[in-house]
């Protein structure tokens, strides 16, 4: 990178701040002020800088309208597609994608399992939104008076005894979801079926979508299932890295140095990997 462009994007960090007048730019930058009013001329010519009736400089409108644009660019489905790919293939269950709209939690992306036994969930439709884990995750991460009104609206099916059964119980369902980082459905929408999910954050920290592992009681039970969390976890983590323009360093918060997952501080990843060869073998 050319030292002029270097500097002139180093100012737009330091304009994040705050707005900041032509000398607190020039000894940031460590330059003379005719170097530094020549780069920020350019970036207000450019409407990514504006400069103030106070001759202080503040980050300008057209970067603000950039970022924005680039972020309704960002197909969340064709970056975690590739992700949910490789979750699928190491556990062999199946893996599902879901964002909140309108009201409702919906299927954007499915890779089935590969056992003989699927899960009739299609992309495009809603999911049971009081016993789901993808929607848990989802409206955990509304503001308290939003996540509250949703609660008090819902119907609550009783779709088996383990069922979400009120506002009440949701609200509270809803908060250790958002204390934890993940989420579950443990035989709530079909008796049979249990699910582990993980939230996606996008790049203003908030949650943009949730993805989950389902598999049938045949093929693994709920706490085996439960075991794959840390991989579940990385994995989601891996995919907001990538919607935020970040790389992975090749370890993250879910992992500890010694390589020991944190999340229930006993499962390492080849651990994981084990225990969905082993099924692999029982069942296909």
């Known amino acids: ?64 309208a950039l970022a924005q644009q680039a972020v309704e660019a960002l197909d969340i489905r064709e970056i975690a597609h590739p992700h949910l790919a490789a979750l699928n293939e190491r556990t062999g269950h199946t893996v599902h994608l879901a964002v909140y709209e309108q009201g409702e939690v919906v ?8 056992y003989p036994v699927r899960m009739y969930s299609r992309v495009g439709r809603p999911v049971a939104i009081t016993v789901a884990a993808v929607a848990k995750l989802l409206l955990a991460d509304l503001p308290e008076p939003e996540r509250r009104a949703v609660a008090e609206r819902l119907d609550y099916p009783r779709y088996t005894a383990r069922s979400t059964p009120d506002a009440a119980a949701f609200l509270a369902e809803l908060a250790r979801v958002r204390e934890q980082g993940w989420a579950s459905d ?9 699910c582990v999910g993980a939230p996606i954050h996008g790049p203003d ?61 006993s499962d390492r990843p080849d651990d994981a ?7 692999d073998a029982d069942h296909d």
């Open 1 to 64: 990178m050319s030292q002029t462009v270097d500097r002139a994007l180093s100012i737009l960090p330091l304009l994040a701040e705050g707005p900041a007048g032509l000398e607190q730019v020039a000894t940031r930058l460590d330059v003379h002020k005719s170097t530094a009013l020549r780069l920020l001329r350019t970036l207000h010519e450019h409407g990514l800088v504006y400069r103030q009736q106070d001759q202080r400089y503040r980050l300008g409108a057209r970067l603000f």
């Open 107 to 114: 299927y954007i992306d499915k890779v089935d399992s590969r």
């Open 186 to 194: 443990l035989g709530g929408h079909e008796e049979s079926i249990n």
């Open 205 to 265: 920290g908030r949650v943009c979508a949730a993805m989950s592992l389902s598999a049938p009681n045949v093929v693994v039970g709920a706490d085996e299932l439960l075991r794959l969390r840390p991989l579940i976890l990385r994995t989601a983590h891996a995919v907001g890295e990538e919607l935020c323009g970040r790389h992975g360093s090749g370890r993250d918060e879910y992992e500890e140095p010694d390589g020991r997952d944190r999340p229930d501080g």
């Open 273 to 279: 990997a084990h225990l969905a060869d082993h099924h």
